[in-house]
């Protein structure tokens, strides 16, 4: 059974880098998709991202500069870093596997797997 | 803020159906399919129903879902205090060019 574990620091200050990693324990990392989806407090989940076992991203555009997402297969995990932060990245941040569908010639995909969640505050 | 809209909240009784519907565009329901996520406060959310109406194994045949043109809807029947969760329909925009979460609807069982 495929788990999602994730971790990384959860209270950060104005202006710093939210870094949390997720490790795909009991299965490959090859051949999936890897997402970052948050949920700030009292509000719906939001798409940040996503990359490839090779390392190919795609970022939701309103976050694309400062977004930065990065796999290293040997360790099995994936991560994310989040630059220049403020109160507004304060969310519930959860990895999740993206499995995908073709239909047509697109590749549709969902996420059947997701990690726990970290929650990050960013305070002044 | 999300492009694709739902209800903020629904409620049954136990033994009830209800459903909850989910609006979108020509750039994401209307073009693509739709997926539905479970979420209990606290938890991770849960793939509940994909490409429209496709349960994932394990997921309980009282869950249900359709699309038509830039909707989509999912139905509960046999409501159970277990089901009392947020509820989320989601869909890749290609205007967007990501992915898409709905608004989100929170079901009460009451």
């Known amino acids: 059974q495929v788990q999602l574990q994730q971790w990384g620091a959860g209270v950060l200050k104005t202006s710093e880098t939210l870094s949390l990693t997720c490790a795909v324990n009991?299965?490959?990392?090859?051949?999936?998709?890897w997402n970052w989806i948050r949920q700030p407090p009292g509000k719906g989940l939001e798409w940040i991202g996503e990359?490839?076992?090779?390392?190919?991203?795609k970022y939701r555009a309103s976050l694309k500069s400062r977004v930065t997402m990065s796999v290293d297969a040997a360790e099995n995990q994936f991560s994310l870093k989040l630059t220049s932060v403020t109160a507004a990245d304060t969310a519930v941040y959860y990895c999740?596997?993206?499995?995908?569908?073709?239909?047509?010639?697109?590749?549709?995909?969902?996420?059947?797997?997701w990690g726990r969640g970290t929650p990050v505050t960013v305070s002044a | 803020q999300s492009v694709v809209t739902q209800p903020p909240s629904v409620s049954g009784t136990p033994g009830q159906s209800l459903t909850i519907s989910c609006s979108g565009s020509s750039s994401n329901i209307g073009k693509n399919t739709v997926h539905w996520y479970q979420h209990l406060p606290g938890t991770a959310p849960k793939l509940l129903l994909f490409n429209n109406n496709q349960r994932p194994s394990g997921v309980s045949a009282r869950f249900s879902g359709s699309k038509s043109g830039t909707s989509a809807s999912l139905a509960i029947s046999g409501l159970q205090s277990a089901d009392e969760a947020d509820y989320y329909c989601?869909?890749?925009?290609?205007?967007?060019?990501?992915?898409?979460f709905g608004t989100g609807t929170m079901v009460t069982v009451l």
């Open positions: 999740a596997r993206q499995r995908r569908t073709l239909i047509g010639l697109f590749y549709v995909p969902r996420f059947d797997i």
């Open positions: 009991g299965g490959s990392i090859s051949g999936f998709h």
């Open positions: 989601a869909s890749w925009d290609d205007s967007l060019n990501g992915y898409a």
């Open positions: 990359i490839s076992q090779s390392g190919v991203t």
